[in-house]
């Protein structure tokens, strides 16, 4: 199972960014779906997550501002960030639950200047 994240880019405050995280591969089907991001000089947080039934959370930190959504029939999932402030200046990664396995694609960065 391969990911591939794109959408990462430069950005002002307050504005806004769409992710795009499609798998590919041997896929019977995909239990929950992913975004992290880690910032430099910081660990890997877990930004907002969405069952496979449609259920989602988030980090209070993105509350209000990111949506995450899926396209089951193409095996990809997005995250729609908005109001984007400096402080969510990070490398973006998706993952994916198959079965047992965790799966995560290679980061794409976002950057938002001030």
């Known amino acids: 199972v391969q990911l591939q994240a794109s959408g990462g880019g430069l950005v002002q405050a307050g504005g806004s960014l769409r992710l795009s995280c499609a798998a590919s591969?041997?896929?019977?089907?995909?239990?929950?779906m992913d975004w992290y991001r880690q910032a430099p000089g910081k660990q890997r947080e877990l930004v907002a997550s969405?069952?496979?039934?449609?259920?989602?959370n988030y980090v209070d930190s993105v509350k209000g501002r990111f949506t995450i959504s899926r396209d089951n029939a193409k095996n990809a999932v997005y995250l729609q960030m908005n109001s984007l402030a400096p402080e969510d200046t990070a490398v973006y990664y998706c993952?994916?639950?198959?079965?047992?396995?965790?799966?995560w694609g290679q980061g794409t960065l976002v950057t938002v200047s001030s």
């Open positions: 993952e994916a639950h198959v079965g047992l396995a965790y799966y």
């Open positions: 591969g041997s896929i019977f089907s995909i239990n929950a």
């Open positions: 969405i069952t496979s039934g449609g259920s989602t």
